[in-house]
């Protein structure tokens, strides 16, 4: 039988790995209003907003944003925190937030921890959630087509070295520049000027599960052979179906199955590029590390938004470990509040190390035994190194 420590272990050297965390919406402190933190802005993320509207059928989405932040919190609250118990992961993630800062998550009221967070600035919160959640870099989504995120780039944008910037696509090809021209040669030329200025780690952009290698002239055409100019990955982030209902606003996005071909013919054309990628739909993950052995330059990542729960994080990290050894990037926290960081991490450790363990106990079994420093650097390949390496920084 494999030493039953191999689990423990391993847990507790994943819980001394800093983190590289690849996909956020978390800023730096610079971005002000941008930056959403406190107990108000944890009980509004819109996973929650979700999760309330089922089990408060005569609140429409309509009905539930007109109310105040303050407002939409409390019944939040109450439907989802006192008159239930919290077992989703969303829920979850909240009990998790208030018990790592310290508050007893059954007894605690919601108005004791409005006055904790009064207390605090968002300096020191970042501070201290970095240091509870052990997460040494946050890779930000940078849009300059958001008129408030715009306005900072154009004027008081302070480089934070704890928070790394990535060029998001989403907008600038559906709406072209700032004069809205759509052309490859506008597309390319803008591309450009916000490498230039934003210095990103690496171009980003979201895809429906419809998305075809057909029709992608501007990633083609324009934004590939800008990555490779400036020697910069492309993430692309598939299967997402945007507004499925709209009155649910940023909680009204739902899942879609791609065709996962559709990328197989793009690392096709594009050898010389790096690949990041993550999917929406749990099946597409597999395909995705299929395709993983067959294309060096394609590094899967994390377990993006709907997958991003713990049964199907074992599942996905299970068979990425069964399929490419280390040499992928398990999880990022795709962290919207900075208190996330707290939650999602602290669940996807101990997932991430449990799975690892359990390769470990497979190796025991046929007399191979790990030792702590393999086990080190096997996380620190999977927590930071991987990200760092594929990037190019350090
Ligand atoms: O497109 C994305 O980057 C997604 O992560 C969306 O922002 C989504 O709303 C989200 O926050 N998922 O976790
Ligand atoms: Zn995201």
Redesign the pocket.
Known sequence: MPPSNLRERTYKIACEIPVFDL?T?LVAPCFGTLNLWGIDEILTY??LIAEFLRVRPDVSGDDFYSWSKSKQADEIWVALFVERTPVSEAQAGVVTIIHQLGFDPEAVTLEELRAHFRGLTPEEQIDRVLQISGVSKVVM?NDPKDPVERAIWDGGYVADPRFLTVL?L?QILATGNDQGDRSVEAIRSYLGVWIERMKPVYV?I?LPETWTFAEATLIREAVLPACREHDLPFAM?IG?RRGVNPSLR?AG?GSGLADLTQLELLLQEHLANKFLVTTLAKENAHTLAVMARKFSNLMPFGC??FV?NPSIIAEITDFRLEMLGTSFIPQHS?A?VLEHLIYKWDHSRRIISKRLAKRYEALDISGYAVTDDQIRDDLARLLHRNAEEFLGVS
Request: no cysteine; aromatic share 16%; hydrophobic share 30%.
């Open positions: 996909h919406h819109h996973y989504t998001r989403d980003a979201s982030m997402v940023g996005d993006w938004w991003n795709d919207r």
